[in-house]
């Protein structure tokens, strides 16, 4: 069964300061990873994903996360924090690799706060 | 592309009502997706169409709650009898192609109370 753990309900960063959220999964196939992001009074937005490839992927507003597979993680980091960037983000794993559902596992959230 | 909507935005009623959302999905999208998010918490499934089909329900889906897509297009969420542990916020979310890997666009979210 999937699941997913977000470790650090609430992470906190000074703006400029390096952004760093961690995901680790659990996969019983192999996983699709993605990263969604909530503003308040918002929908999620999609942030990046990976299905196949590359395993360092590129999202929107200079997000990235690197896939590892030995660790199961699917860290997410920007090198450098914005205000804006001050929102909920989820971690979620899909139903995997030939799978007709595609429902979405998500982690319990971290909230990112950044300081000016 | 206007983006998934959702209506109302939030609902206040009192244990024992019924309640009614309304998820109407990227236009052309054939599937479409019911999570249900609590405070603190992850959004967690709750139901998935394809096109007008029904084809998969959690066992957080009381008999209490039913959705329905009738012709593939919006669909609705009803709860019945509702229930304090009811109050979250409904999630509803479309996506056109491949069902794990492509992306789900979500709404903005009902969020419910209920007294």
């Known amino acids: 069964a999937q699941s997913v753990t977000q470790l650090g309900s609430h992470v906190s960063v000074s703006e400029g300061a390096l952004v760093l959220l961690r995901c680790n999964y659990s996969?019983?196939?192999?996983?699709?990873l993605f990263w969604y992001v909530q503003y308040p009074n918002q929908g999620l937005q999609l942030l990046l994903k990976?299905?196949?490839?590359?395993?360092l992927v590129k999202g929107i507003n200079g997000f990235e996360a690197e896939f590892k597979k030995s660790e199961t993680s699917f860290h997410l980091t920007k090198p450098s924090a914005h205000m804006s960037d001050a929102a909920e983000y989820f971690c979620a794993v899909s139903d995997g690799r030939g799978s007709t559902l595609g429902r979405l596992y998500f982690g319990r959230g971290t909230q990112l706060t950044v300081w000016p | 592309d206007t983006g998934v909507s959702q209506n109302p935005r939030h609902k206040i009623t009192k244990r024992g009502q019924n309640v009614t959302f309304r998820c109407d999905p990227i236009s052309e999208h054939n599937r479409l997706y019911w999570y249900r998010q609590t405070l603190g918490q992850g959004p967690e499934f709750l139901t998935y169409?394809?096109?007008?089909?029904?084809?998969?329900k959690s066992r957080l889906l009381s008999d209490r709650f039913s959705a329905e897509r009738p012709k593939g297009s919006f669909s609705t969420l009803e709860i019945q009898r509702t229930e304090q542990g009811d109050s979250a916020m409904y999630l509803c979310a479309s996506s056109p192609g491949q069902p794990s890997t492509d992306t789900q666009y979500f709404g903005p979210g009902t969020r419910l109370t209920v007294l």
């Open positions: 169409f394809q096109n007008e089909a029904q084809l998969e």
């Open positions: 990976y299905t196949t490839g590359a395993t």
């Open positions: 996969s019983s196939v192999p996983p699709y």
